[in-house]
């Protein structure tokens, strides 16, 4: 794993390209602390994908098959056959230039092949050659160019460079969109066996054990039993929530990242607490082992990974017989459940439209794909005055809000947050407005590249996102930063060390919990991560 | 390759497009080929290869419904939703698609990159940038205009909104040089509009160090054929005067289907004529197809109404998944140890392999 270089010297970034050089003419450079080990050949076994092996994209032979030309070829055919969206975007760029600017590892890294424009034409120059007259013809002079190995692994370094997060495709004046040129050009390098291995272990994981961590259903259960242990610390109450049980109303599916790692376990433990309380209310939920997992890594794969591993949550939901399903705090799961999931695995006539058991309020916006967002969920819940909330317990932090690219540009997910946060905290401010809502920054590692060993990659696309924390950091004193996805909450800490240290990350069940008073709890002295509440130490002590 | 390679090949390019009808007519005399049948085999390729390339957009499908969501959804009533830039139906996909269109709403939002070290740290800001969304309107619509407005050489009598247009697009009564007369006639503005918004995108793709990086022939070919053209039809309206009754003969001839090349139009209409005649000849192979495109983009062109309204991808096929049997077979004993309900009990069963 590469040193990754201080802050001081990754700020120094020259967005001007080379002068005389073109970009054609600059061969790749592959280099530490920016790429993903390649995916290990049993994680590709597992789920059947060609072309399994060892290798490290820092190797000069990447071991590919003697036809790998052709099965590209056949790979791009097939596809503009059944993808409009491709056809169109290899033909109708002007390169104007207006995402250039746009894309966070662009402005983190100054690198010009992260322009989205420039990432999308490393395919197109291919494209051209192949089908276009004027690239037949002219060749370079008309942006053509032949594949190969050269091309393929520059392909693959900055394919693996893009978090799908559609920032550009915001500001393209034909909604050239470069996450659909990524999904195309992953699907290509997967059929070559070329997958980084942080995608492919959480596809192969979450096929077998139900989510990308491997956990299996005891250790779930464990976990989950560990955090009622803790939430009984803090509120003096007991969970005990259920797992797979048939004739429940409603499956819970969430991101299992959740469930493992700090700070989204305690978004997990909101979660629980929330159900807890909503239980004597009429909720009937239960979490299954299963389908364990919202979040979908096989959509950093392909579609139709996506699709087979998105399949589990319908099966789940049909065979333990619930109405219908509500989803955790995630941000690609909402892209893949808002705009795939129907499509990929439905009709799902075995449940029904969406209701709140609590509220009575009719879910009509997912009316076909009876799939509600918890936020949404708990927005009705907090609009029909359900929830006895005490925001003085979240007084302690000044709270901004990040939406996560997916939510925000895959959904339009905007309002929904910012009026659970604005329930449950007294103290919130926005970031600039060029870095929120549609035109909010990703957090720099999504799309499967929150590893360990691309950590520079990391913290120079989390820059324009860190920096305008900072600014609110530095204007407000902002020291929590909240969030609607599990991926943000398992990088954004590192991010937040890196360029804004004292900020914390949340999500936002973790504040409504923090806020939930329950009929006969203790008097709370600390919030759920065990810090103890501003004016409340005192009275303990008595 | 780089951006003094793809200028010079453009420009050269063009060169020899402005010379081949200068020999041609010029020299040679050749009026009916150029004056004739280049423009209709122009018209020809222009035509068939537009339909041909939108058929073959068409003809791949929209597998997923993918708009690129830019306001709030439509949730509950008491958020207030934009259904504009998140339409939720058909209608408001519709006043997103004229938005995009008519108003370039998209470009509208750019914004400039301002990358600044304070002490070592980064300052990053996005500044007001509307100089391109400006350049492409105005170039856009000055080219529409100047189109309608040649409708006075296409058909007899001239009809009556040619008459209006020529009126608004010359209210400023201004003489194409200084001194006011000279023989020369009014200014249109659009004529200015057209050369300037052209000459501004052709600026900043050389200074702008990132559009220039990105830059291809193909991006600086159609700009000089665009100013080639324009600037041929500037000069013939105000500077080298062409016989306009025997063009007028010619052109409406063109599009009676009845033409004649008539003698003593001056050699910078058969350039002039040569350029549009590349120009549309080049657009269905070309970038400028995005004209159309833009209609069929589906990060645009679609509602986000996913999880209510039903979208069937017409190539969905049966995938593979690990079925809930499998699993419990493989965890069976420690999901019992564990007190999770299992299907089965505890006897190990055959038979549960991947589902289709």
Known sequence: MADTPKPEETAKIDHSPPLMKGWMDTPVEIKPGIFCYGGKPKNLEAVDMPYPKDWSPADDDWQLPDDWKEIIDEGINDRLGKFRSLKLFMDICVRCGACADKCHFFIGSGDPKNMPVLRAELIRSVYRKKHTVGGKLFGKFAGARELDEGVLKEWWYYLYQCTECRRCSLYCPYGIDTAEITIFGRELTNLLGLNTDWIAAPVANCNRTGNHLGIQPHAYKDMLDFFTDEIEDVTGLRMDPDYNRKGAEILFVTPSGDVFADPGTYTAMGYLMLFYYLKSMGLDITWSTYASEGGNFGYFTSHEMAKRLNAKMYAEAERLGVKWILGGECGHMWRVVNQYMDTFNGPADFLEEPVSPITGTRFENAKTTKMVHIVEFTADLIKNNKLKLDKSRNDHLKVTFHDSCNPARGMGFLEEPRYVIKNVCNNFYEMPPNTIREQTFCCGSGAGLNAGENMELRMRGGLPRANAVKYVHEKFGVNMLACICAIDRAVFPELMDYWVPEVDVTGIHELVANALVFEGEKKRTTDLRAEPLPGMEDEEDV | ?356
């Open chain 2, 1 to 356: 390759m780089n951006f003094i390679v793809s200028i010079l090949f453009s420009g050269i390019a063009v060169s020899i497009l402005v010379l081949i009808p200068l020999i041609g007519v010029g020299a040679l005399d050749l009026r009916v080929f150029f004056g004739i049948v280049v423009p209709y085999a122009a018209m020809a390729v222009f035509f068939i290869g537009i339909v041909v390339r939108v058929l073959g957009w068409a003809r791949s499908p929209v597998p997923f419904r993918i708009p690129t969501t830019a306001g709030q959804e439509w949730s509950f009533p008491w958020i207030k939703s934009n259904p504009i830039d998140n339409p939720k139906g058909m209608g408001g996909v519709i006043v997103r698609m004229i938005f995009e269109v008519l108003l370039f709403r998209s470009l509208f939002r750019n914004t400039r990159l301002e990358y600044k070290r304070v002490d070592g740290s980064p300052r990053i800001n996005y500044e007001w940038e509307k100089w391109l969304w400006l350049a492409a309107l105005a170039f856009h619509y000055a080219f529409l205009v100047i189109f309608l407005r040649h409708f006075r050489f296409f058909v007899e009598p001239i009809p009556g909104f040619v008459h209006l247009l020529e009126k608004l697009d010359g209210f400023l009564q201004m003489g194409a040089v200084p001194l006011a007369g000279l023989g020369t006639p009014g200014v249109y503005i659009t004529d200015m509009l057209l050369l300037a918004g052209l000459t501004y995108l052709f600026v900043r793709r050389l200074y702008i160090s990132q559009i220039r990086y990105i830059s291809l022939p193909a991006d600086y070919f159609p700009l000089f054929l665009l100013l080639g053209l324009g600037l041929t039809g500037v000069l013939m309206r105000y500077f080298i005067r062409v016989d306009i009754t025997a063009v007028k003969e010619l052109t409406v001839g063109l599009f009676k289907f009845s033409p004649t090349a008539p003698e003593g139009i001056g050699v910078i209409f058969y350039i002039h004529l040569f350029m549009l005649s590349a120009l549309i000849a080049y657009f269905p192979f070309s970038k400028l197809m995005h004209f159309a495109g833009v209609f069929l983009s589906p990060t645009r062109n679609l509602a986000n109404n996913n999880r209510f309204v039903r979208h069937v991808n017409p190539w969905n096929y049966p995938v593979k998944f690990h079925t809930y049997a499998a699993y419990e077979d493989e965890f069976r004993d420690r999901m019992i140890e564990a007190g999770l309900p299992v299907e089965k009990g505890a006897e190990p069963t055959a038979d549960t392999s991947e589902k289709e």
